[in-house]
């Protein structure tokens, strides 16, 4: 299936009317059509694999739900539902989210969000974060190995036996390597003209398009009919 | 980067943008890692705000030693609920994070970013914007799970809920996090003094 690509701020339309209609969902049925709908739009973005894995595990709770709904009663299903209310509605917004960030490159990112006049004092360290998010778990690789070197267990156990000891071991080489990438970065950045007042440009070109707008309507039909579902109008 | 122009300016420069940007992404996964071990346990599911406020206290005050001016904490917030919103969680949350966020900038704001007691009592404030979700669902739990329950056992499920989930378990969620988050900011203290003030990293 040949990849679409859609413009970061459709993306982001998509991700608020997704939010909109998890949580205002009528049904139990309404919330199940929408993660098909996630699907069909991770299939667009040619992230087949991880949409039809994330539907699958969504079918696995929604089973859940209708067995819970059905056939328990007392404490346990008033705590089962009390948490499968909180998954309905949080999944369908969570698979959004995986699709998005998999398939939008930060510089595509920063664009739009340019686009969009997002102040530069959110949008700098916004970028910086997604930027060192991965890096914090390549760091956590080394200060295991580094700690398993000095006789320290990395694990539950050792924080349970070595509170202290363990703690600091983690943390100190944790804030200090991010403190000396903090430095590193805000050279390497000014350098590259973060300051530069002029508009920025990107070398992939952002715009709506056919299949923006396809995306965008499908969404928004989708919420519409979820609010006129819960208005009681069909 | 003291000849650039935005080193002159009084607000934030591009090095406590970036410094902001980083340490927020550490205060996000300890969020992230302290609450993964209650969020998908149905019975703990209430009390992640606690496990979420344990781990980021020193990564919290040390954010604040780096950067001692108006707008970390409340860009910290703004990020966290921006990624929270676009990672899907409940929007009570994220709303939550953003709100707390200012509102913890302003107290440690209040001492000049330098009072060791006022920035752990903003990393209380902070970490109760985790528990959006939590007052939202107590605030109206029948419509909660409204959603689910359009079948007929709808009075069943709410009897069953005035039973178990009293308010008392707001209460437990709101001061437990406040006594987490203040331990986790008394850790965090005893660790920039042995640790990081020695090597200048506060600076």
Known sequence: ?234 | MSNSPAANRKGLTVKDLVTIGIFSALLFITILVGGLFFAPNPVLTFYMPLGSALLGGPVFLLLIAKVPKRGPVMTAGILIGIIFFATGMHWAMDIGYIVMGIIADFAAGSRKYKSVRMNILAYMLFSIGCTGTYIMYFIDPASWASTMLRGGTEQAYIDTMNASAQNWVLAVILIGTLTVAAFSGWVGNKMLKKQFEKAGITA
Not at chain 1, 86 to 106: E, N, Q, R
Not at chain 1, 148 to 174: F, I, N, W
Request: glycine fraction near 8%; include cysteine; aromatic fraction near 10%.
């Open chain 1, 1 to 234: 299936m040949r990849k679409l690509h859609f413009d970061p701020r459709t993306k982001l339309l998509l991700m608020i009317f997704t939010i909109l209609s998890a949580t205002l969902s009528p049904s139990l049925y309404y919330a199940s059509g929408l993660v098909l709908l996630i699907m069909l739009f991770g299939f667009a973005c040619g992230k087949p694999r991880y949409s039809l894995l994330g539907a699958l595990t969504y079918t696995v709770f929604f089973a859940l739900t209708i067995l819970t709904r059905d056939f328990l009663y007392g404490t346990l299903q008033t705590m089962l539902i009390a948490f499968l209310g909180l998954v309905h509605k949080v999944y369908p917004c969570g698979l959004m989210a995986g699709i998005m960030i998999g398939s939008t490159k930060v510089s595509e990112f920063m664009t739009g969000m340019h686009r969009l006049h997002v102040p530069r004092k959110i949008v700098i360290p916004l970028a910086v974060m997604l930027r060192y998010l991965p890096v914090i778990r390549e760091d956590w690789g080394f200060i295991k190995d580094a700690m398993q070197m000095r006789d320290v267990s990395p694990s539950l156990g050792g924080l349970l036996a070595h509170p202290g000891k363990t703690a600091e071991c983690v943390y100190v080489p944790l804030m200090m390597s991010a403190s000396k990438a903090a430095d590193e970065l805000s050279i390497a950045s000014v350098t590259r003209g973060i300051e530069n007042p002029e508009p920025r440009t990107c070398l992939i070109q952002i715009r709506f398009g056919a299949a923006d707008a396809l995306a965008a309507c499908a969404f928004l039909l989708y919420f519409i009919a979820g609010m006129a579902v819960r208005g009681g109008w069909i």
